[in-house]
């Protein structure tokens, strides 16, 4: 199961860190990714935790926000700083145990899917 959270608002250049309930899928065996849907737009990637151990990003997100994951504590992190208004969106982490490398930005290729969180940017 996954269950996203720590959404909300805030304002632009303010932080906010997600968190992503994964119990059965915070194991190495697993990828763990991050994708976002803003309004009225297609949902895209945001970020992902590999399951060879590295970590990729979008280019729009690179250099502000980190992802982190627990497997003790079966969760995942989703750390967004500098935040701007074009971050507003419904967050989703998404798992699968299959994924090759060069699939991980593909959100067809993620069997499991959490209910999303919303974060909005504004003043």
């Known amino acids: 199961q996954l269950q996203a959270s720590g959404g909300g608002l805030v304002q632009p250049g303010g932080s906010l860190r997600l968190s992503c309930a994964a119990s059965?899928?915070?194991?190495?065996?697993?990828?763990l990714g991050w994708f976002r849907q803003a309004p009225g737009k297609e949902r895209v990637f945001v970020g992902v935790?590999?399951?060879?151990?590295?970590?990729y990003y979008a280019d729009s997100v690179k250099g502000r926000f980190t992802i982190s994951r627990d497997n003790a504590r079966s969760t995942v992190y989703l750390q967004m700083n500098s935040l701007k208004p074009e971050d507003t969106a419904v967050y989703y982490c998404?798992?699968?145990?299959?994924?090759?490398?060069?699939?991980?930005?593909?959100?067809?290729?993620?069997?499991?899917w959490g209910q999303g969180t919303l974060v909005t940017v504004s003043s």
């Open positions: 059965g899928f915070a194991n190495s065996r697993y990828t």
């Open positions: 935790s590999w399951r060879g151990g590295q970590i």
């Open positions: 998404a798992a699968d145990s299959r994924l090759i490398l060069s699939s991980i930005y593909n959100q067809d290729q993620y069997d499991y």
